[in-house]
C-alpha cells in the first residue's frame, strides 16, 4: 500500500469510527454544527502529496493538506422531507472550516435566509495560500461521492429519512472559485445545481461558470464583486450573454432582493465593501440565498 492509499484509508477508517451523535457537535439559537472527518473530503489528494509552495514558502502536506474536515450546519426549523437540499460553500485561501463558520457568520445568515436547506463547508488548503481543492476540483464525479457520503451521514444520524439529494447551491468566496469551478467541470452533480453564488471569486474557471450557466435556463448565477476580479467577471459576462444581451449588472449598494430573484445571470459590483467582508458586512450571503432555487422552511 503506497502512502496516499494509506492516508486516504486512514481518513475513511478514522470517519466510520467516530459515533453518529458526538458530544462535539455544537448547538445553538441557529441550529446544530457538525464538525467531522469524511473520506470523499477535498484532501488529502495526490495533487498536494508534496505539499505546495507559494511565493517561495512551502506549505507541507501535513500541515496544511491531511485535514478532511467537514462542517455541517443544520438550521433550526429545518423541515426534512424524501429528498434534502444543500449549500456547499467552498472557502478562501488561509482559512479552516471553523474560523469560515464563525468570522463570515455563515450559520447565522443561512438561518436568517429561511432556506429549508443543509449547510456544508468542506476544508480546503488548510491556512495555506491556495485555491487547489484536491477529490472536488480534481476527480472525475469526486463531488457526487461527496454529497453521497454527506448525505448518507445525515440518514444514518437521524437527521433525514434518506440519502437523496435535492437541489444544491454552490457558493464561494475568493479563492474557493477552485473548489466551485471543478465541481462544474467534472463534479457530476450539474443537473442537481440550481444557483451557483460567486463573491469576489472570479480568478479563473470562466468557461466553467459561463457553461454552467447556458446549459440550461433554470441555472441561476450571480455574482457580487469588487475591483479585485473586474476583469473575471468581465469575461464571464462575455462568455454568457453572447450572442444576445441576457445580463444584469446591478449596483451592490443598492440592489434588492426583487432584482436578483429574476433567475437571469446577474452581477453586482461594490466599491464600498472590502473582499474579505463580503459574505458577512451587509448579510449579502443571506440576502443571496434569499434568491435561489431554495425552499423557505
Known amino acids: 500500500m503506497n502512502r496516499q492509499t494509506f492516508i486516504a484509508a486512514a481518513a475513511a477508517s478514522a470517519a466510520a469510527a467516530l459515533p453518529l451523535l458526538s458530544d462535539a457537535d455544537e ?3 441557529a441550529g446544530t454544527t ?3 472527518p469524511f473520506a470523499s473530503a ?3 489528494h495526490a495533487s498536494r502529496s508534496q505539499g505546495h509552495t507559494y511565493q517561495g514558502k512551502l506549505y507541507a502536506q501535513a500541515a496544511s493538506y491531511s485535514d478532511a474536515t467537514v462542517g ?3 438550521p433550526r426549523g429545518f423541515r426534512p422531507g424524501p429528498a434534502t437540499d444543500f449549500i456547499v460553500h467552498f472557502h478562501g485561501w488561509n482559512n479552516d472550516v471553523a474560523t469560515v463558520l464563525t468570522r463570515y457568520r455563515l ?3 443561512v438561518a436568517a435566509s429561511n432556506r429549508n436547506a443543509i449547510l456544508v463547508v468542506p476544508q480546503g488548503p488548510k491556512d495555506a495560500p491556495d485555491s487547489g481543492d484536491g477529490k472536488l476540483e480534481l476527480d472525475p464525479s469526486g463531488f457526487a461521492r461527496f454529497m453521497r457520503e454527506v448525505a448518507s451521514f445525515l440518514q444514518q444520524r437521524g437527521t433525514t429519512p434518506s440519502a437523496q439529494v435535492g437541489r444544491i447551491v454552490l457558493s464561494a468566496h475568493s479563492g474557493g472559485y477552485g473548489g466551485a469551478g471543478g465541481v462544474l467541470t467534472r463534479g457530476g452533480m450539474n443537473e442537481s445545481i440550481t444557483d451557483v453564488l460567486l463573491f469576489d471569486a472570479a ?3 470562466y468557461d466553467a461558470f459561463a457553461n454552467w450557466q447556458k446549459a440550461t435556463p433554470d441555472h441561476h ?3 457580487l464583486f469588487t475591483d479585485d476580479t473586474s476583469t473575471g467577471n468581465t469575461a464571464i459576462m462575455a462568455m454568457i450573454e453572447a450572442p444576445a444581451p441576457n445580463i444584469f449588472v446591478r449596483n451592490a449598494d443598492t440592489m434588492t432582493l426583487a432584482q436578483l430573484q429574476t433567475r437571469a445571470p446577474t452581477f453586482a459590483l461594490t466599491t464600498t465593501v472590502a473582499h474579505d467582508e463580503l459574505l458577512q458586512k451587509l448579510s449579502w450571503y443571506a440576502l443571496f440565498l434569499q434568491a435561489t ?3 423557505a422552511r
Open 27 to 29: 448547538t445553538s439559537a
Open 34 to 36: 457538525i464538525l467531522r
Open 42 to 44: 477535498p484532501f488529502p
Open 72 to 74: 455541517i450546519f443544520i
Open 107 to 109: 450559520r447565522e445568515q
Open 203 to 205: 480568478y479563473g474557471y
Open 221 to 223: 448565477f450571480l455574482s
Open 293 to 295: 432555487a431554495l425552499a
